[in-house]
């Protein structure tokens, strides 16, 4: 059974930054996407950050290009490095697991093709 846990979170000025860990355990795919999401209060679930195993393409949602990355390492554990943080990046970041890469035919995966979620981590962004 695959599992997730989302590491990371905290409080931070305005500014600042955090680096987030996803640490996936039982993998059964051998082409997989490991997505970062979050919701903020109030808000809907929003598609932060992909990357795919294969061929380690990435995407980033418009509000996060160029202050957010993502990256993984020879584990397999996936980060998310935070910076330029503003207040309304504070939400619960959860990341989750779906078969094959991040987008199809040019599209960008939702949230729905997901199959696995972990619990969240809380990112709290002061100003």
């Known amino acids: 059974e695959v599992q997730l846990q989302a590491s990371g979170g905290g409080l931070v000025q305005a500014g600042g930054s955090l680096r987030l860990s996803c640490e996936a355990y039982?993998?059964?795919?051998?082409?997989?996407?490991i997505g970062w999401f979050r919701q903020a209060p109030g808000k809907g679930r929003e598609g932060v950050s992909c990357?795919?195993?294969?061929?380690?393409?990435t995407y980033y949602a418009e509000s996060v290009r160029g202050r957010f990355a993502i990256s993984r390492d020879a584990r397999g554990t996936v980060y998310l490095q935070m910076s330029s943080l503003k207040p309304e990046d504070t939400a619960i970041y959860s990341c989750a697991m779906a078969a094959g890469p991040c987008a199809r035919n040019g599209v960008q995966r939702g949230g729905d093709e997901y199959a696995y979620w972990g619990p969240g981590t809380l990112a709290t962004v002061s100003s």
């Open positions: 039982g993998l059964i795919f051998a082409d997989y996407a």
């Open positions: 990357i795919s195993e294969r061929d380690g393409s």
